[in-house]
């Protein structure tokens, strides 16, 4: 198998990964592709696992969008839609791609 899985298509879920060979896998895991093209030499992208705090995740969201570097993704792994709060992924300056799953640290890493 090659390295052919899109970012859009990782679940998390050990069956996204049929044959769990070293071409398939990275130094921490599954090799994504069709992740946005980075904006300098490297891609920095920022992943947030959260359930239950939907008071904090928006402050924290907008706090990255203040820095000087700004991520080429975030990605939030949530458990529930209304873990999100008050958050509009569409007007931050940076793409974001919300992931739901169950809960747990390890599952939602």
Do not use: C, H
């Not at 879920?13 to 060979?21: A, E, G, H, Q």
């Not at 300098?40 to 939907?54: C, D, M, N, W």
């Not at 706090?63 to 931050?92: C, F, H, K, M, Y």
């Amino acid at each position: 198998m090659t390295n052919t899985m899109k970012a859009r298509d990782w679940t998390g879920r050990k069956s996204d990964l049929p044959d769990r060979n070293r071409a398939n896998l990275g130094p921490a895991g599954p090799i994504l592709r069709g992740l946005p093209e980075p904006t300098t030499g490297f891609r920095l992208v920022v992943s947030i696992p959260s359930t239950g705090r939907a008071k904090i995740l928006p402050d924290t969201v907008r706090a990255i969008a203040l820095q000087n570097r700004l991520p080429d993704l975030l990605i939030l792994s949530l458990v529930n839609p209304e873990d999100i709060g008050d958050l509009e992924p569409d007007t931050l300056p940076f793409p974001v791609k919300v992931v739901y799953g169950r809960k747990g640290a390890t599952a939602q890493r």
